[in-house]
């Protein structure tokens, strides 16, 4: 099993990321998959979670309408929209196979004037 995660960088208060997440493996389709993400010094936090087929999904209230995950069965990609992005979503974000202990290698994201 093999997940890389791409996208992160420095961006400024108010700006956007997108992250991808390239699944391989496993049979990607036939499963749920999630973003979580780690700040320093705290905690892994789940932030969002996608159904297999892509119809569910669910988010942490720290970024409900601000965040949207997303996936591509047929690139098994998992996406990760991040629009007015602030200060306190500075954190490593690392895709996961849901359910499973399967996890990226992590991408950085600074949100910083």
């Known amino acids: 099993v093999q997940l890389v995660e791409s996208g992160g960088g420095l961006v400024q208060p108010g700006g956007s990321l997108k992250l991808s997440c390239a699944a391989s493996g496993f049979s990607f389709a036939y499963y749920d998959m999630s973003w979580y993400r780690q700040a320093p010094g705290k905690g892994r936090e789940l932030v969002a979670t996608?159904?297999?087929?892509?119809?569910?999904?669910k988010y942490v209230d720290s970024v409900k309408g601000r965040f949207t995950i997303a996936r591509d069965n047929a690139k098994n990609t998992v996406y990760l929209q991040m629009n007015s992005l602030k200060p306190e979503d500075t954190a490593v974000y690392y895709c996961?196979?849901?359910?499973?202990?399967?996890w990226g290698q992590g991408t950085q994201v600074t949100v910083s004037s």
């Open positions: 996608i159904s297999s087929a892509g119809g569910m999904t």
């Open positions: 996961k196979w849901t359910g499973y202990d399967y």
